[in-house]
């Protein structure tokens, strides 16, 4: 081949190469930022009903480095909430997703959602509910309708309610639960999905999005989700891998193992997932205030700053190269979870470290 031949097929070569560059950081650019959001446990007022301890923070003292930038707190008071409010909208959190127990027939912890609808810095972040099921017994058929009921009523159609193309995000954190549920009533999951659509729908709205707990692999709600009548998946946190992937799951028993177990799903999803998936990440797991786990070792899953940092960094560029599969949404456990180790919320500690980790990967350059 001449040499003048090779340099224009050089030159062309590199021509190709920037437009697929400028075509690429073009389609980024146009991407809609993510949007990232935290979960709330309303765990941190005495006496509430529905706590394990009457006065919650006695065993998180024992571990002073978990105490509150605000001190042990009284939950529930809305000056509390405010602060809360004003430190995620400074820091890239735009909405906020309250774990959620229902009673039957009323909620139950909800002294700290009433706060959010009460303060005014509900304008900068939006809310929603994960109803926290994992717990509970199978639950009746009409108890579940009755619930969304009353979440129409009260939460669904709020201006600050989180929502997708007009559409409230109803999170259930076990749907196989409500799957033994229908089955009790003698219906079929979907039939009982349907009844739920029905209560968001006569509460004016055009629906609503089921947002189902689900493992990574192949199970029973990755199988039937969608056939349920679910639009997407989600998870609180991740203990260990995905099935198949190294014969057993891996247990982590370090944050690199607890970050790397993450990945395995995110990765299973994208691959996999027939529904799109909230991208969920965690600030790592110690359970050692609430007695601990069965086994010590996962207790071991605590973050350094640094590794937080590239967990984030990790999941919120998979969201901005898939932002059909995810929402273009992402979900931190935990702003609170003090007893079990995965709290982003500022301590005494640890000040506002993890607080600008999150705004330095999410926020705008």
Not at 85 to 112: K, Q, S
Not at 255 to 263: C, L, S, V
Not at 345 to 355: A, D, H, N
Request: with cysteine; aromatic share 12%.
């Amino acid at each position: 081949m001449k040499l003048p031949l090779l340099e224009a097929l050089r030159r062309a070569l590199c021509v190709w190469a920037c437009a697929w560059c400028a075509v690429a950081v073009a389609q980024t650019a146009s991407a809609p930022a993510p949007k990232l959001g935290v979960f709330y446990f309303p765990g941190w007022k005495d006496g509430a009903l529905g706590l394990a301890y009457p006065r919650p923070w006695e065993p998180i003292k024992r571990f002073p480095e978990r105490e509150p930038m605000l001190g042990w707190y009284d939950e529930g008071r809305v000056s509390v909430m405010e602060q809360h409010l004003a430190w995620m909208a400074g820091h890239a959190l735009d909405y906020v997703v309250f774990d959620w127990y229902w009673g039957g027939e009323r909620p139950v912890l909800d002294h700290a959602l009433k706060a959010y609808r009460a303060s005014t810095g509900k304008a900068k972040v939006k809310y929603a509910v994960m109803w926290a099921n994992h717990n509970e017994e199978i639950a009746p058929a009409a108890h579940i309708v009755a619930m969304v009921e009353h979440l129409a009523r009260h939460h669904l159609a709020q201006p600050e309610y989180l929502k997708v193309d007009g559409k409230p995000l109803l999170f259930i954190m076990e749907p196989g639960k409500v799957d033994r549920s229908a089955a009790s009533a003698g219906m079929n999951h979907r039939q009982l999905s349907d009844k739920l659509q029905a209560a968001a729908r006569a509460a004016g709205l055009p629906g609503l999005i089921l947002v189902g707990g689900a493992l990574g692999g192949v199970n029973g709600v990755t199988q039937n989700a969608k056939a349920w009548g679910y639009g997407a998946y989600f998870i609180y946190s991740y203990a260990s891998g995905v099935n198949g992937t190294r014969g057993e799951p891996r247990v982590a028993h370090n944050y690199a193992e607890f970050d790397d177990n993450f990945r395995e799903h995110w990765a299973w999803f994208m691959k996999n997932g027939d529904l799109p998936y909230v991208v969920p990440m965690s600030s790592g797991f110690d359970r050692r205030p609430w007695g601990g786990s069965a086994d010590p070792k996962l207790d071991l899953a605590v973050s350094t700053l640094e590794q937080f940092t590239r967990h984030l960094t990790a999941g919120r560029d998979l969201i901005r190269r898939k932002p059909a599969k995810t929402l273009g949404m992402g979900l931190i456990c935990c702003w609170n979870e003090f007893g079990e180790g995965s709290y982003i919320e500022p301590t005494k500690s640890q000040g506002m470290s993890y607080l600008r980790a999150v705004k330095s990967v999410f926020g705008p350059p």
